[in-house]
Structure formats: structure tokens, C-alpha cells
């Protein structure tokens, strides 16, 4: 069992990371209105999947990502900025008969509302070249959206279960939210079941609610680890994050930005910083560090794909310890 | 055969004109540049049908809308709009788990490129009210977007099938494009079935490529009589419209517009125009005259639903005889 104290020495392999899911256009109101009285939209690079493989490119990892776009105007702007920013889209499908999905979202203080529209990304299909990826990837990162409607849902699954036995890392970001599936409340067990083969996951406090009863973070911590989960990062907001290895107490991290000037993709930017220091072998407690610390540097700028000083810089003005083991 | 210079005298209904397709957004963007480009895009009301209706009741029709939205912000925000201009929404569905349609639009001198997310739209369902409306309308209205797609196509068809056995006007706009039909070009033969049934149908040039080989604008009035079509109006955009009954010599008709603002749903003004001429036993030729009158003032406004003056206005000011039988 994973101690939050313990360093990982993931076999050196030609892709760091390699991310399946979705890459999409975020279309986010300038009105902060209710969605029906949004009248003004401005379109954003967006996709959890692929703001993780971005922003750990930058952070100097080498990233593939599996997806799925459209033929058309909107997939040609995403994919010259994955292509852009060097990740290997050797995975990246086109799909001719089904465009690249859009999401709406209203600008707004208290929680957005959405509106989503898929097309591609829920046509994933399982490719020969796919499995010769995960063979080459130290890490394997999956989020819960591209999980809610098949057939990439079975597309997924199979990936998951041959990276697992690949003795590839599983970093799962387990977001069930019952209005996406078309089984309704029936997908939390296949959230359930991928958290139990999952090295690590990061649910927020509302993506806890939304899978248990509503419960307390200590309580919630442990239904992860009952479910199966290893190493569980619950997030806490502006309180920042609990981690927990469910043997020793959890260990709290306190968020690092000073000011707040926009959260969107801050939970991507956490995942990149996170899996930046697990790849050079920092402790499960200091690769979290590391993960507040690169969301610290998104929130302090707009866009989820806010500019990132390089690692070492970051690591050194949030004191992060790269040699020795960490300490409580 | 009807003749151009023929008054139809409609037997009073409930109903003037009852419509059957899509409602949806226009996302345009605000950058005239490739659609890839676009950074900015605005809102508005839009949907073929949905237009000629608005436009009709504000020319004081009786109008009911045969269409489907989702259960979302969007969709609430169109059906809004329709309740406000007292379209009659019996028949409008709500699809609890399709979206409403968007169509994204780049401006544009040229031609502009468009990008499709159809939802709830094709899943138009056959209800028994739906035939009762059809029973209580003069007009049936259709277009050509919302026969693209199956299941709304299989209810259309039926639904234009019960309308020519009762007697029920049928007005059709022909406007086929392989891209979105997923049996491509065979879709033409569907199109020119409808074509045969129609009382009038209005092409563009471009509709007129589309479905046969590049020819005049004679022959292509010839190949649309050939179908079965009864009156042709043939639009030539800046060149007026060619009104023809497949006997008599076709009449042309120039544009009235000064100015030209913004052509969007100038095509939707037309028909409003022309149905209203129709419905108040103008001949053939006036209503016509009407159509190019109604979308005159439509094109020196920006927006689809630019603002219309009252129908006798109208007629007064563009000279349109609504007496006498029209000469040539």
C-alpha cells in the first residue's frame, strides 16, 4: 500500500503521460447572466484531458493523448494548438460524420451552468496503435465526462483494464455527475470499479457528494478508500486539499495563490504539477505540493491555459523538496 | 394548373399557417474571418420556419409551430420568443434528452461557412394533435434542413402526406445539401418527391445546382416543372426573383431594397410576405410582389426578425394591387 510519504521511480519510458478523453470548445458568456439570458460568447481551448496534457507540456513532460474530433473548423483550431504546444497526436482521431463537441457555459460568482454538446469525442474508437501508446506511457490519466456515453466509454474501460495490467500509474478524476449518463444513478459503479484500480484520484467535495451521501471530508476520504482508491486528493476549494493514503492520518495542504482572478481548469493544472513531481520521483506529499503550487500560477491568470513559469522555479518559490523525503 | 395570374381563394381556418421544422440559435460570429478563426459569436433567434412564422404573425397571421427543443436554457429562451409573437406552440415538443439546435455562422462577404449541432430537432415525433392542426391550417409550411435527418423526416413526409389529401396548401423550400444528409446524394430523389407535391416551392440558384447539373435559370425553372412542382419562384439574390407556372412565359421581379444591411432570413421574409398574398387572394404575381416587399424591408434591418411595417404599409408603399386581378 502507497504511504503519502513514499516516492515512486516510474520506469523511464518515451511518453510520460498519455490522456484519454476529450478536447473541446469552451464557450463561455461575457454577460454574467442565467444561460438563457447570455447573449455574447467568446470560445476557449477546453477539455480537462487535454488542459492536463497542455499544461504538463509545459511543465517539460512528454504527453499523447487519445481523442476523438471533428472533420471540420472547430477540431482544426483545437488540434493546431495540441500540435503547437508538442503533444503526440499520433491518437488523435478524426471523425468525418460527427463534430468536435461544444460546451456553453455562462460566466458567473456562484456555480456556471452548462450546456453541452457532444459529437466526436463520444465516438472513441478502440485502435491497435492505442495499446502501443499505453506500452510506452509511465502514466495513464482518464477524467469521468468522455466515461458517460458509449461507445468511448468501452473504449475506455478496455484501455483502463490494459494499462492496469501494464503496471501503468491510472490517474482517474472520478466527476459523476448522473445528468450526463444515459443510465442515470446506475454509473456510479463505473466510477466505483475505476477507482478501485486507480493509483490516484482527485474528486472535488461536490464530486464526493454527488457519488456518496452527503458526508464529511474525513468520511469521504474513507469511501474512496473502501471503494478501492490509493492514494485519494480531496479537494477542498479555498481550503485546498486533503491527501490521504487511508492508513495515516490525511495530510492537509493549504491553497498557495495569493489572489483570484479565475479558477477555470485550476483542478488540470493541480493534475499536471501532481503528476510532474510523481515522474521525478518527489514524495506523494510534495508531488500534491507541487500540484497547488502550478494551480496557484493558474488561478493568478484567465484561461485555463494561463502561462506556468518552468518547474524548477516553481518548486524552488514554493519551497517544494525535490531530494530528500518528505516530512509532515 | 395554376397560373401566375391566379388568385387562390384559401377556405377560412383557424390556422393560416402552420409550420413544421427547426428552431435554434445563431451563433455568428463577430470576426469576418474563416470559422476557425472566430474568437467572438452572439446569439440570436433562428430556424428557417421559426422565422417565416415570427415574420408571418407580425403580418398578421394565425400561425402554429409543429417543432422540438430541448430542456435547456436555449431551448427556453426561443420559446420565449415564439409565445411573445403568439405563435400558437401546441405541437412544440420538449425533448428531455436531445439539446436545442445551434448553428455556428462566421460572417462573412462571401459565402459563410456554417457548423451544425443538431439535437433535439430530428427527433420530431408524430402526435395526433399534429394532424389536427394540419386539419385547421390553409398553409403548410416546410423547409428542407429538418428533412435531413430521420426520425424528424419519417414524421415529416407523413405529415406533408396528410396535408395534400386534405387539401391543404403545401409550400416547400427545396433546399438540398448532400453534406447533411447521411444517405448523401440520395437524398435529392426525397426532395423531389415533396417538390411534386408542392403548390409552391422557392430555390435559390445555389438549391438549383445543388439538385441538378449548373444551368440557366430557365432550364432550371423547366427541371423543377418537370418534378411536379405547380409555382416555381426562382431567387437570382441581387437580380430579383423569376416567378413562373411552367405554361406562360416567367414573370421576373426586381429586388425593392435601397440598401442592403444584413440578407439574413431574407429568403424567411419572403415567404411570409408571399403567404400573406396568398391568404388574401392576391394573385400570384402580387404576392410574389409581396414576398420581394416584405424581405426589402427585412434586408435594410439586421437580424432574421428585423422589424416589419404593418401589412397594408406594405402593399400601399411598394404599390402592390390587392383588388384587381394583376397584369403582367
Redo the contacts between chains.
Keep these: 500500500m502507497l504511504s503519502i510519504y513514499d516516492r515512486l521511480y516510474p520506469e523511464k519510458k518515451p511518453i510520460d503521460i498519455t490522456a484519454f478523453g476529450e478536447v473541446l470548445l469552451d464557450?463561455i458568456s461575457?454577460e454574467e447572466a442565467?444561460?438563457?439570458?447570455?447573449?455574447?460568447?467568446?470560445?476557449y481551448f477546453g477539455g480537462s484531458p487535454a488542459n492536463v496534457l497542455v499544461n504538463s507540456q509545459r511543465l517539460d513532460n512528454q504527453t499523447a493523448f487519445i481523442s476523438r474530433i471533428g472533420d471540420?473548423?472547430?477540431g482544426?483550431?483545437l488540434k493546431d494548438i495540441l500540435k503547437d504546444e508538442r503533444v503526440n497526436l499520433d491518437c488523435l482521431q478524426i471523425d468525418s460524420?460527427a463534430?468536435t463537441p461544444?460546451i456553453?457555459v455562462n460566466k458567473s460568482k456562484a456555480t456556471p451552468?452548462w450546456?453541452?454538446?457532444r459529437?466526436a469525442d463520444i465516438n472513441i474508437e478502440l485502435e491497435e496503435e492505442i495499446y502501443e501508446k499505453i506500452d510506452q506511457s509511465s502514466i495513464f490519466f482518464i477524467g469521468s465526462f468522455i466515461l458517460s456515453k458509449n461507445p468511448a466509454r468501452s473504449t475506455a474501460l478496455k484501455i483502463i483494464d490494459y494499462a492496469v495490467e501494464n503496471d501503468t500509474l491510472l490517474a482517474f478524476d472520478p466527476s459523476f455527475r448522473a445528468s450526463l449518463w444515459?443510465e442515470g444513478e446506475k454509473g456510479k459503479q463505473i466510477i466505483k470499479d475505476i477507482i478501485s484500480k486507480s493509483d490516484f484520484i482527485k474528486p472535488s467535495l461536490d464530486d464526493a457528494e454527488h457519488l456518496f451521501a452527503k458526508d464529511t471530508p474525513k468520511n469521504y476520504l474513507k469511501k474512496y478508500h473502501q471503494c478501492g482508491a490509493k492514494i485519494v486528493i480531496l479537494t477542498l476549494g479555498k481550503d485546498g486539499v486533503l491527501v490521504s493514503d487511508g492508513k495515516n492520518e490525511p495530510v492537509h495542504i493549504e491553497v498557495f495563490s495569493e489572489k483570484v482572478i479565475d479558477v477555470t481548469g485550476a483542478g488540470d493544472s493541480f493534475w499536471s504539477g501532481f503528476l510532474s513531481g510523481i515522474l521525478r520521483s518527489l514524495t506523494i506529499k510534495e508531488s500534491a505540493k507541487l500540484g497547488n503550487a502550478v494551480a496557484a500560477f493558474k488561478i493568478q491568470g484567465v484561461g485555463a491555459l494561463s502561462s506556468i513559469p518552468p518547474l524548477l522555479e516553481i518548486m524552488s518559490y514554493y519551497n517544494i523538496n525535490p531530494a530528500e523525503r518528505g516530512e509532515n
Tied chains: 1, 2.
Excluded at 34 to 40: S, T, V
Aim: net charge neutral; with cysteine.
Design positions: 464557450m461575457r442565467p444561460l438563457k439570458e447570455c447573449i455574447n460568447f467568446t470560445r471540420d473548423a472547430f482544426d483550431y460524420s463534430a461544444v456553453f451552468s450546456l453541452a454538446y459529437g444515459p
